[in-house]
């Protein structure tokens, strides 16, 4: 195919004949090639953000993406009228992350138009594949959290739901990682530089947003909140498609503007240029950087200052909104607002919608507390996503005080009727009042806001994110609440949408899982593929799965070689663990034990190398930026990597990789073209993962612990065709005690990989602070306080036992086969239908 071709004035594109004779013609709804093609070909002429007569693969994107837009935009509105005439209650869902991805493939694929689509660039002298790759990923998120919001979305259009998401428009998203020698880097990535083809700003929506000032009492006692900067949230609408259906929804996210009126054009004629545009400067900061760093006050100060702006312009939104839908005329009825609103907060980031729905309703409506209080306490829910004690988010009441007074007053409001209400009902928990309260007093010098502890008194619905995370949330983190509140607390297994994570990103398995269920309806009713159970044990089936895991695997060692020049050979085990760098995933645990194998195989004699199952280990992830540990990680990775690779020794039998800058796309390449992949985290501590899903749908094997949805996901496979290791949640805190008091008897292998890295074979870096925290007990360091010492040795086991199947082709392929049949209660569909039906009380609103 062509990779670039012009078009000139008279409407040619010079890729060959075919080209030439399609028309330039703007059609909103083009269903088939011919007009599809006519379709793009107007975007590349009319649409006018590129030069005319250029049409290289990125302005074919452009074009391409506008066109998918026309008709997204024709059933965006369409939803929202059917939306609006039908007036349901409708969710929407406050989420400061949404790791979006790509778009295009997803966008084509649930419109039912990518044979059309592929046909019609390949008219215009391009491949889809070429095309689709011009795009950038949006990652308007860190990891786990974010990715589920938009799984979520795409479940809630599929299902036609009427739900919307609401975000932020960070200019900066996720940063982009490059490995260097001296380990990650990070870097700013613009991905709106040349603009994303997906977003539409909406000029005629926008809400003014406070910050700081001072409150009022009015001559009715009423209390008022003025003065401070108002900046405007300004609302940008990306469509968000359902699969097979023509319900469109929106992801709305706000960006941060000062207006012409904000502009001192007297200071700016005297040269006084900074300060004349001293608020337009304030805006642009506050949707500039994903979760700003929160080591300085000045970077806790934005953060705080962009959850408040995601909460106040999507709360006065939806506020406006339910007026809208009111019949004109007549009174308002504030009392059916949460018969027609739920909002769902993911995790505490939103919290300050609490304060913030309850201000609006008392100082701006006129409603009393009590009122504002039923309100708000019934249409509000929350999510919790972490038990770690460090991701809790707590506010020094101060920071609060200052910029947003008024909350603060509902705040210590919130806080004392807590405080009447444990005294009436629960006299027994009086004593724990400290530890519960909304605002920790416990340190005079910094009193705190407890978020979750808010989202729990203030929320009609607290959820966990798998069982096991939610019975944590019963019985240890909120187990006083819970014993006040039994009924509040439910879970809701996360998911993933099958769309994307199956249908779209193996296209391969795809087919085949569609040839023997002789359905594609699995792609919206994922139960369906425990219909391929029956058939595990079928010859035929087995060789078309291993070629197609074999293709997905050879497009991920061409991935590989393309981003680190490593060439790695797909006839050996890809072994796979990306996710975020964390000490609690343990990605420290797979490389040590990385380094136990490269040992045992320098030991051995040619003869027995022979027996050695050839292993790809990729390990992929971002390290917060100034989390230091999590950063020596990434470094001991590519140090391994740079040794075993290179050692004539071990021949092909181990390569190490780390794979850089991992984001949805990256994923999308490398979860199809996996193995066995790694959800290896200290049990208790990994709230539910979703890769771990993601991997089993993809009829990868999981070597894992017992840990968030590992669990389910193996009573679902069955036990047989899980490779589980480690510790319980239940023995944890025993381990640790044991710990402390000196009972822990290292195994000599965990001891002998130590001393190599110790060696100093691997180069100069310093590794010491790293392997410290394997070390002492509870004084020094944190005494080993993510147990790899004590998995280690079940760890090495259940690695040998991985070796042992994966020497038996047939029981492989057939496990990897059961992976996949299993994975059906994992769709992120039945999870949005739960809380559909459990949380939100909403009923689907299909446009006709
Ligand atoms: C945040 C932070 C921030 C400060 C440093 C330490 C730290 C550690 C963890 C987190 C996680 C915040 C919440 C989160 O992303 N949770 C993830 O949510 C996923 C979706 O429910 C879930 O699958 C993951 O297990 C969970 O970690």
New binding site residues.
């Given amino acids: 195919m062509a990779s670039a071709s012009d078009i000139n004035g008279d409407t040619t594109i010079k890729a060959g004949a075919a080209a030439d004779a399609v028309p330039a013609i703007a059609h909103p709804t083009p269903e088939d090639a011919f007009g599809v093609a006519a379709n793009i070909k107007y975007h590349a002429q009319f649409s006018p953000h590129f030069s005319p007569v250029k049409f290289e693969p990125e302005q074919a994107f452009y074009a391409t993406a506008e066109s998918v837009r026309d008709t997204l935009i024709q059933r965006w509105n369409e939803t929202f009228l059917h939306f609006h005439k039908t007036d349901p209650k409708q969710t929407y869902y406050l989420s400061m992350e949404y790791l979006q991805g790509r778009a295009l493939t997803n966008a084509v694929g649930n419109l039912g138009l990518t044979d059309a689509y592929a046909s019609a660039l390949s008219k215009l002298g391009y491949d889809m594949e070429n095309i689709v790759e011009q795009e950038r990923d949006a990652a308007l998120g860190?990891?786990?959290?974010g990715r589920?919001a938009s799984c979520f979305l795409d479940s809630m259009a599929t299902l036609d739901l009427p739900a919307w998401g609401y975000g932020l428009r960070y200019k900066y998203g996720l940063f982009m990682q490059k490995i260097t020698k001296k380990g990650q880097e990070e870097y700013a990535e613009d991905w709106l530089e040349k603009f994303s083809p997906w977003e539409v700003v909406r000029h005629d929506i926008v809400h003014p947003v406070r910050f700081f000032g001072e409150v009022q009492v009015q001559a009715d006692g009423r209390r008022k909140w003025v003065g401070g900067e108002v900046l405007h949230a300004l609302a940008y609408d990306i469509p968000i498609p359902g699969y097979n259906t023509k319900n469109t929804i929106s992801l709305r996210v706000w960006d941060a503007k000062a207006t012409a009126k904000d502009f001192d054009l007297y200071a700016f004629n005297e040269g006084k240029h900074d300060k004349a545009a001293s608020l337009h400067s304030k805006a642009s900061q506050v949707c500039s950087v994903l979760y700003p760093g929160d080591e300085s006050e000045e970077g806790k100060l934005l953060r705080l200052k962009q959850q408040f702006f995601l909460c106040s312009a999507s709360l006065q939104d939806i506020i406006a909104r339910f007026k809208e839908r009111r019949p004109k005329n007549s009174t308002l009825d504030w009392k059916i607002f949460p018969s027609k609103v739920a909002v769902q907060m993911n995790?505490t980031h939103p919290t300050l919608s609490i304060p913030e729905l309850m201000r609006i309703l008392m100082d701006v409506e006129g409603l009393g507390w009590n009122q504002a209080w039923a309100i708000t306490s019934s249409t509000l829910a929350y999510t919790n996503?972490?038990v770690?004690p460090?991701?809790l988010e707590k506010w020094p009441q101060s920071v609060i005080a200052k910029l947003l007074p008024r909350h603060m007053e509902i705040i210590a409001e919130i806080d004392k009727q807590f405080q009447a209400l444990l005294h009436a009902k629960r006299p027994d928990l009086e004593r724990k009042l400290g530890e519960l309260r909304v605002i920790d007093y416990s340190n005079p010098q910094k009193v705190l806001v407890r978020m979750a502890h808010m989202c729990v008194v203030s929320s009609h619905s607290v959820n966990g994110?798998a069982e096991l995370h939610s019975n944590i949330l019963k019985e240890e983190l909120f187990a006083d609440f819970y014993s006040l509140w039994p009924s509040k607390f439910q879970n809701k297994t996360?998911g993933i949408t099958p769309r994307r994570w199956l249908r779209y990103c193996s296209p391969e398995l795809s087919h085949i899982i569609t040839k023997w269920l002789r359905t594609d309806e699995w792609v919206v009713n994922l139960d369906l593929l425990t219909g391929l159970r029956q058939f595990a044990d079928d010859k035929q089936l087995q060789s078309e799965w291993a070629a197609a895991k074999h293709a997905n695997k050879v497009r991920l060692a061409d991935y590989i070689c393309e981003v680190t020049g490593i060439k790695i050979d797909p006839s050996t085990m890809f072994d796979t663990q990306i996710k975020r760098i964390?000490e609690y995933k343990r990605q420290f645990l797979n490389i040590l034990s990385v380094i136990y194998r490269y040992i045992t195989i320098k030991k051995m004699s040619p003869e027995q190398k022979k027996a050695v199952v050839p292993r790809t280990v990729m390990i992929g992830g971002k390290a917060?930026a100034t989390?230091a540990q999590a950063k020596r990680i990434v470094k001991l990775v590519t140090d391994v990597g740079a040794l075993v690779n290179n050692d004539p020794d071990v021949g092909g039998l181990l390569k190490v990789v780390f794979i850089p800058n991992y984001n949805v796309t990256v994923a999308e390449v490398a979860i199809p073209g996996s193995e066995l992949s790694q959800h290896i985290s200290t049990a208790g501590m990994?709230?539910?993962?979703?890769s771990n899903m993601k991997f089993a749908l993809n009829g990868c094997l999981i070597i894992g612990t017992l840990d968030?949805a590992n669990v389910e996901i193996r009573e679902e496979i069955g036990e047989e065709n899980f490779f589980l290791f480690g510790a319980r949640a239940d023995e944890i805190t025993r381990l640790r005690k044991e710990r402390e008091q000196g009972r822990f008897v290292p195994d000599p292998r965990f001891q002998e990989t130590k001393e190599f890295i110790k060696s100093g074979i691997l180069g100069d870096y310093n590794y010491e602070p790293l392997l410290d925290s394997l070390e002492g007990n509870s004084g020094f360091g944190r005494g080993d306080y993510f147990l790899v010492g004590h998995d280690f040795p079940s760890y090495l086991e259940a690695q040998a036992e991985v070796d042992k199947a994966y020497k038996n082709k047939a029981t492989w392929t057939k496990m990897s086969i059961l992976s996949t049949a299993g994975s059906g209660k994992f769709s992120s569909d039945r999870t949005i239908q739960q809380y559909a039906n459990e949380i939100w009380h909403i009923q689907e609103c299909r446009v006709p």
Avoid at 142 to 145: I, T
């Fill in positions: 860190n990891g786990g959290l589920l995790d996503h972490t770690l460090e991701a994110v996360n964390h917060f989390y990994e709230a539910s993962g979703t968030g």
